[in-house]
Nanobody, 124 residues
Framework: QVQLAESGGGLVQPGTSLRLSCAAS????????LAWFRQAPGKEREFVAN????????NYADSVQGRFTISRDDAKNRVYLQMNSLKPEDTAVYYC?????????????????WGQGTQVTVSS
């Protein structure tokens, strides 16, 4: 059974950093492309970042470009999202997604597996 589990969220002040982690099990991790999405209350789930197999290609939403970094550690079956210079508008539940494919996408529907999410709240 494929399972993804996010962790690392919390309540932080603007301008600080968080590192989210997503642990995967039940899959051959290095054969999956990975992504982070987020969903704020009353809004649709939106793309944040993705990463291809082997980590050579990454993509970011304009809203997080230059502040967030996605990375993967296939030896640990984990994908990370380093979030710097956090803003209140980054407040959301963050989800990791995975798909056993070579192609990455910014569309939620592309990904087959999802975690339960981790809450990130950025507030003074």
């Amino acid at each position: 059974q494929v399972q993804l589990a996010e962790s690392g969220g919390g309540l932080v002040q603007p301008g600080t950093s968080l590192r989210l982690s997503c642990a995967a099990s039940g899959l051959t991790f290095n054969k999956y492309v990975l992504a982070w999405f987020r969903q704020a209350p009353g809004k649709e789930r939106e793309f944040v970042a993705n990463i291809n197999r082997y980590g050579g290609v990454t993509n970011y939403a304009d809203s997080v470009q230059g502040r967030f970094t996605i990375s993967r550690d296939d030896a640990k079956n984990r994908v990370y999202l380093q979030m710097n210079s956090l803003k209140p508008e980054d407040t959301a539940v963050y989800y990791c997604g995975a798909k056993g494919e070579w192609m990455v996408s910014e569309l939620e529907s592309w990904y087959d597996y999802w975690g339960q999410g981790t809450q990130v709240t950025v507030s003074s």
